[in-house]
Nanobody
């Protein structure tokens, strides 16, 4: 069992930065790959970023590549999402999620792959 709690959301102007954190409970955190997703009003939940259990590999949605960075600290049971050069279209509720094992090596973008979810944190980017 893994419990996830996001923090760090807020209101920021376009071009600004925010750092989201996800704190995980449970001694097996380092066994899980982690993902960040977001959901804007009226839209489906979409993939943002993914990091393997060791942190050796990361993947990003094209819309955030070069602006967002995912990282993790297994000693502290945390995963972070550094968001720079924010745009109004980044406005959404951001969720972290944990997956023990993907069914397919490339399916990290699929929300249905994930076993545990946090409650989400709101990010609002004003123009």
């Amino acid at each position: 069992q893994v419990q996830l709690v996001e923090s760090g959301g807020g209101l920021v102007q376009a071009g600004g930065s925010l750092r989201l954190s996800c704190a995980a409970s449970g001694r097996t955190f380092s066994s899980y790959a982690m993902g960040w997703f977001r959901q804007a009003p009226g839209k489906e939940r979409e993939f943002v970023a993914y990091i393997t259990w060791s942190g050796a590999y990361t993947y990003y949605a094209d819309s955030v590549k070069g602006r967002f960075t995912i990282s993790r600290d297994n000693a502290k049971n945390t995963v972070n999402l550094q968001m720079n050069s924010l745009k109004p279209e980044d406005t959404a509720v951001y969720y972290c999620a944990a997956v023990l094992s993907l069914r397919y090596s490339g399916s990290y973008y699929d929300p249905d792959e994930y076993n545990y979810w946090g409650q989400g944190t709101q990010v609002t980017v004003s123009s």
